[in-house]
Nanobody, 120 residues
Framework: QVQLVESGGGLVQAGGSLKLACAAS????????VAWYRQAPGKQRDWVVR???????EYADFVKGRFTISRDIAENTVYLQMNSLKPEDTGIYSC??????????????WGQGTQVTVSS
């Protein structure tokens, strides 16, 4: 099973930026779907951005124009660039990747989550 390791979380002031990374443990030969989720304290997990192959990338209304998803194919890594951060963006961010690994084995994996804290 492909494992995902997240990094890039931390503490930032409102208006600041962070870039989260979600790195796969092996080569991804085909990426079917990507999503980033966040869970604020005491709240349910919400999707932030999602991409399904052959369809457009979707951003949740509360991050449109501020967050951008990208991918480095050579590094088997997906990124989430977060700009103009607000205190309400605070939460644990998790990535979910679905696709085919180095042996063309299908995987549906989650990262371990990374804490993002935005101070006012």
């Amino acid at each position: 099973q492909v494992q995902l390791v997240e990094s890039g979380g931390g503490l930032v002031q409102a208006g600041g930026s962070l870039k989260l990374a979600c790195a796969a443990s092996e080569t991804i030969t085909s990426l079917v779907a990507v999503a980033w989720y966040r869970q604020a304290p005491g709240k349910q997990r919400d999707w932030v951005v999602r991409f399904i192959s052959s369809k457009d990338t979707e951003y949740a209304d509360f991050v449109k124009g501020r967050f951008t998803i990208s991918r480095d194919i050579a590094e088997n890594t997906v990124y989430l660039q977060m700009n103009s951060l607000k205190p309400e963006d605070t939460g644990i961010y998790s990535c979910n990747l679905q696709g085919y690994g180095a042996s063309f084995n299908y995987f549906d994996s989650w990262g371990q989550g990374t804490q993002v804290t935005v101070s006012s």
